[in-house]
């Protein structure tokens, strides 16, 4: 079969037919997305983010800090650090320092490490096992259910005793290894098994 080409009359006789523009509306196939990176526990222990923790495998961002989730954090920090002096009990309390857990990174919000667990160094970027005391202040953004399993979580890598911060209801659970203590805002609440004799009223860490 013969092809004919109808050329208009105006046309330059010597010009060649113009063909078809291509469409620009074209889609364009993107680029397959890198694979993600996966960090390890070690990977991250060794070089952690800041404010971060490592969970399930994913790094995840510790926020949700209020005003009065920070005044009880600096208030037991302080609390802690006097009477461990005064005590003459020794040791350190520290504030976010990253420790490992029997499954994930973890970033206590205040932590007392005794003497006898303090690295000869002095220093350290991750302790290798949970605080043997250890405090989180509950935040607006957290689950209670999310923190009780957080709290026996750190029991179960170790750790002596738990205290779990709830600035809105004034209340405070202590966890020394066997079940939940509860103390009220018109109780005083006491260390059981670290930090021996330390006590401070609820109401008065909580205010």
Same mark, same amino acid.
């Given at each position: ?25 074209? =889609?364009? &196939?993107? @680029? /397959?997305?890198? $694979? ?11 070089? %952690? ?61 205040? =932590?007392? &490490?005794? @003497? /006898?667990?303090? $690295? ?11 605080? %043997? ?75």
């Amino acid at each position: 079969m013969t092809a004919t080409i109808l050329i208009p009359k105006n046309a330059d006789q010597n010009s060649e037919p113009e063909l078809p523009q291509k469409s620009e509306n074209i =889609a364009e &196939i993107p @680029p /397959e997305s890198e $694979p993600k990176k996966v960090i390890s526990l070690e990977e991250f222990l060794v070089r %952690p983010a800041d404010r971060m923790e490592w969970v399930d495998g994913n790094l995840v961002e510790k926020t949700g800090m209020t005003f009065k989730h920070s005044l009880a954090q600096s208030k037991l920090a302080r609390y802690w650090g006097n009477y461990k002096d005064s005590s003459g009990q020794g040791g350190e309390v520290l504030t976010e320092i990253l420790c490992r857990t029997s499954k994930q990174g973890r970033r206590p919000d205040v =932590a007392y &490490i005794t @003497p /006898e667990l303090l $690295p000869q160094s002095g220093n350290f970027t991750a302790f290798s096992q949970s605080f %043997p005391l250890i405090a989180e202040v509950a935040s607006p953004e957290d689950s209670g259910e999310d923190l009780f399993a957080k709290g026996q979580e750190y029991v179960e890598s170790g750790c002596l005793e738990v205290w779990l911060l709830f600035p809105e209801a004034r209340l405070i659970f202590v966890n020394a290894g066997q079940r939940w203590r509860l103390f009220n805002a018109d109780e005083v609440v006491n260390t059981q098994s670290v930090l021996a004799g330390f006590s401070v009223a609820v109401s008065e860490l909580l205010a």
